[in-house]
């Protein structure tokens, strides 16, 4: 095999893997929007402030310190624990069902009826809001997580693919995170549970049947409260496998909370509605933009295409298919 | 008893179309504009200008052009950051090539060429609705970010890739550059928001704005009756677009005079200018003020009080300020979903009928 479709090949994985990536914040939207029609623009910063409470519990800092520190003038910043990962991680679940609760308790609760585009207006002042409380509760500063998942390049792989270049090429072998690896195995994971989780049990059915029609599901005599508040832990859960994934591969910080702007376009592509739709979206924008950066980007145009190639490509694709490839048809009456 | 129209004495359409039909409101109107033109100028100084007045008109602007997209015609546009980018590139661009010309006429051909640019990146709106189409104009957003990080042409290949406004002057008096005074450059910004107020009121009370609201209202029965959404959604693109533009222009030349587009026009601005609308109140001229100046106001009141007044760090203030801002947006969409303008309009409602109810 020759040295360019070596390296075209490595692209293409390598950008699968990204879809990987931002499928992951996808699902989160897609759940939400499925249930409770709510455009939720919040789930990026939800990953941020999940890993963000992860590394905060696992290195025992002390919430809020900075604060204290202003008011009172003392000087505390750590515990002085290590906690193992799992129990900050489960620590951490439980947080995300407590602002599940707290969301619908006093915003959701209050917002029942209202236009879409006010939902949406909430979950941004909901994502600014939990942008600055996560601050302020753990500190600014870039972070570095460390769950025990394995990062960096094989070796194996390297030396395998080496082999199969042609002779006399010069081709040192695939580059592959191994992080990604994981994440794609997860994400994996993660479909196919909620899958089987809405289709096989009691919950799931209620879930879908709020999905298909509130009024109907409330009348059948399921609770629409303790629907979204499950609907919205879920999201918490996906925002912390999200939040754990990216933190882990370039660090807790504010950027992070950025990627949700990258999972729109997946939306878009997918369509709001369907699963499968945020992932094989998820995948196509990652995919195109690498390839985009790899073949045009980066030669033609100066680089760094990835910034926009994934709106102008969701953007060209819905002029032709307004709802998206797996989304429900858009019926409009008058 | 002094806040009402003792009846229904309307006799001809004018009447019944005005913007202030009662007697106090336009008083009160008449008021503010003395205050603004005659009374604020003698209390100039460079932090009332240039901390205070002139970003809140500057931002009003920009509210404005994105009330008439979102609040009038019901398009969505997470794209407004963009577009300021453009108007202020356009300044740019136009200011040194054309050494000569007053600011007056950079500021309107600015806003010009960005009301070409959105219709551009409005086309897709005509196929695609609502979130899709808020996502659409992310497209638009980041792609002009890019476009003029990349191309030397727009920031005339100066090495810091920022630009810089030169000194420009209208009649003489100097606007832009180190050299302008508070006063003038608060004056200039002063009249050309209050001439764009204007223009967006006439135009929103007019054919152009009600075929903008029918489309809002629902876009196929607005069809039906014979509205064209062809022309009625460009339009809005463009005149929107115009006056983001000029906020945009303002901003660069007269407000910042240096401006680097990530910093200055990223995607922060299309959702601050977005939350402006919504606390101010969506379809409404006096909201556009309103949110722009709670925007404005609000992280100087909040950064006096905090670091000035208790004494504490300033990344600590601004943390507070996110959280402070969040909240609000969402006891607003709790409260009263149209925003402050709509709590004005409870209130005039309720002064009307005082102190008789029945």
Redo the contacts between chains.
């Keep these: 095999m020759s040295a360019d479709f070596l390296y075209t090949l490595e692209v293409i994985l390598n950008g699968l893997m990204a879809g990987v990536m931002y499928s992951l914040v996808a699902l989160g939207f897609v759940l939400i929007f499925k249930a409770s029609g709510i455009?939720n623009y919040a789930q990026g910063v939800m990953a941020l402030f999940a890993a963000m409470t992860l590394v905060g519990l696992q290195s025992g800092q002390i919430p809020f310190a900075?604060?204290i520190n202003?008011i009172f003038g003392t000087d505390l910043h750590h515990f002085g624990w290590q906690m193992p990962a799992l129990l900050a991680i489960i620590l951490t679940v439980g947080v995300m069902v407590l602002f599940a609760i707290i969301v619908e308790k006093y915003?959701l609760h209050?917002?029942v009826n209202?236009?879409?585009?006010?939902l949406?207006?909430?979950t941004?002042?909901?994502?600014?809001?939990?942008?600055?409380?996560g601050?302020?509760m753990w500190g600014?500063e870039i972070k570095t997580m460390d769950v025990g998942i394995p990062s960096g390049g094989s070796f194996w792989l390297e030396e395998v693919t080496m082999t199969w270049a042609a002779e006399g090429e010069r081709y040192w072998g695939m580059y592959i995170d191994k992080l990604d690896v994981v994440a794609t195995l997860v994400a994996l994971v993660l479909v196919i549970s909620l899958t089987l989780f809405s289709q096989y049990t009691k919950t799931g059915r209620a879930l879908r049947a709020v999905a298909d029609d509130h009024q109907a599901a409330l009348s059948v005599g399921i609770s629409l409260r303790t629907i979204w508040v499950i609907v919205w832990s879920i999201a918490g859960f996906v925002a912390l496998v999200a939040g754990i994934m990216w933190g882990s591969k370039s660090g807790v910080q504010f950027s992070l909370s950025?990627i949700a702007?990258k999972a729109?376009?997946v939306?878009?592509l997918g369509g709001?509605t369907s699963i499968p739709g945020a992932i094989i979206g998820g995948l196509i924008i990652g995919v195109g933009e690498k390839l985009f950066e790899f073949a045009i980007g980066s030669v033609y145009?100066?680089?760094?295409?990835e910034?926009?190639f994934a709106?102008?490509l969701?953007?060209v694709f819905?002029?032709f298919r307004?709802q998206?490839l797996f989304g429900e048809k858009?019926i409009?009456?008058? | 008893m002094f806040y009402r129209e003792s009846g229904d004495f309307k006799k001809t359409y004018q009447e019944d179309g005005q913007t202030f039909p009662i007697r106090f409101d336009r008083w009160r109107y008449w008021v503010i504009l003395a205050i603004a033109f005659l009374v604020f100028p003698f209390f100039m100084n460079d932090y009332f200008a240039n901390a205070v007045m002139i970003p809140f008109l500057v931002w009003a602007i920009a509210a404005l052009g994105l009330n008439i997209l979102t609040g009038y015609c019901g398009q969505?546009s997470l794209g407004t950051g963009g577009f300021m980018a453009v108007g202020a590139y356009a300044t740019y661009k136009i200011m040194t090539a054309f050494p000569g010309m007053d600011m007056f006429s950079v500021i309107i051909l600015s806003g010009f060429v960005t009301a070409g640019v959105g219709v551009l990146f409005g086309l897709?709106s005509l196929?695609?609705?609502?979130?899709?189409l808020a996502?659409?104009t992310?497209?638009a957003q980041?792609?002009l970010?890019?476009l003029f990080?990349?191309v030397p042409w727009f920031y005339n290949n100066s090495a810091s890739g920022q630009i810089n406004a030169p000194e420009r002057d209208i009649f003489g008096i100097v606007i832009t550059g180190p050299h302008a005074t508070p006063l003038a450059t608060y004056l200039f910004c002063l009249i050309v928001a209050v001439a764009l107020a204007w223009v967006a009121r006439n135009l929103t009370r007019g054919r152009l704005g009600r075929s903008w609201m029918a489309i809002r209202d629902?876009d196929?029965?607005a069809e039906?009756i014979g509205v064209n959404p062809l022309k009625a959604k460009l339009s809005a693109f463009a005149v929107s677009s115009f006056f983001v533009g000029v906020a945009g222009s303002l901003l660069f030349s007269v407000y910042l005079g240096a401006a680097e587009v990530t910093d200055t026009f990223g995607?922060n601005v299309s959702?601050m200018v977005?939350?402006m609308i919504?606390i101010g109140g969506l379809g409404s001229i006096f909201g556009s003020f309103v949110g722009a100046a709670f925007m404005v106001l609000m992280p100087v009141l909040l950064k006096n009080i905090l670091v000035g007044g208790l004494g504490?760090?300033t990344?600590?203030a601004a943390?507070?300020?996110?959280?402070?801002?969040?909240?609000?947006?969402?006891i607003f969409?709790?409260v009263e979903?149209h925003g402050l303008a709509q709590m004005a309009r409870v209130l005039k409602e309720k002064l009307r009928l005082w102190p008789f109810p029945h």
């Design positions: 455009f900075h604060l202003a915003i209050h917002l209202q236009e879409p585009i006010i949406f207006m909430a941004i002042g909901l994502a600014y809001f939990m942008e600055g409380f601050d302020i600014s950025l702007l729109l376009p939306l878009m709001f145009l100066g680089g760094a295409t910034n926009w709106y102008v969701a953007l819905l002029v307004p998206g858009i409009e009456r008058v | 969505l897709p196929r695609i609705k609502g979130f899709y996502v659409a992310l497209a980041f792609f970010i890019w990080n990349k629902m196929i029965a039906i995607i959702f977005l939350f919504i504490w760090p990344d600590l943390h507070l300020e996110y959280i402070i801002v969040g909240g609000l947006i969402i969409l709790i979903p």
